[in-house]
């Protein structure tokens, strides 16, 4: 072998090494771990709990239900934002909203969303 394809070699070995040995590596994993194991929570909440919403729409239960559905959807965005920013060190900026729903009530929020 050459010189120079041992260096290229050795360049190649040092790039792989290098990527076990940072920090932000282990940190994209945990990311990676609790995204999706928290995926799944996600999905079986809004799926059962629109499921039922909907089912129970007919008692009027169901509308409250689905107003906590998607103040709770919010909720998960707001932490996923959280985590994102966290464990990825990224800037993700959450949107800009003049109305909060805990002073102003929960019709003009929903408004909003359309």
């Known amino acids: ?3 120079i394809q041992l260096n290229s070699l050795y360049s190649i070995f040092t790039e792989f090494i290098s990527v076990v040995t940072e ?9 990676l771990l609790i995204t999706s194991i928290v995926g799944g929570i ?5 799926f059962f709990g629109f499921t039922v919403s909907a089912i129970l ?3 009027l239960i ?17 932490f996923e934002q ?8 990224t800037e993700i900026q959450s949107p800009d909203s003049e109305i909060d729903p805990r002073t102003e009530g929960l019709r003009p929020a929903f ?3 359309s």
């Open 42 to 46: 996600y999905f079986l909440g809004i």
């Open 57 to 59: 729409v007919f008692a």
């Open 111 to 113: 408004r909003e969303l």
């Open 82 to 89: 959280r985590l994102t920013n966290r464990l990825l060190e």
């Open 23 to 31: 920090r932000q590596t282990y940190r994209n994993l945990l990311y």
């Open 62 to 78: 169901g509308i409250p239900l689905f107003a906590v559905l998607i103040i709770g959807a919010r909720g998960a965005a707001a």
């Open 1 to 3: 072998m050459s010189t």
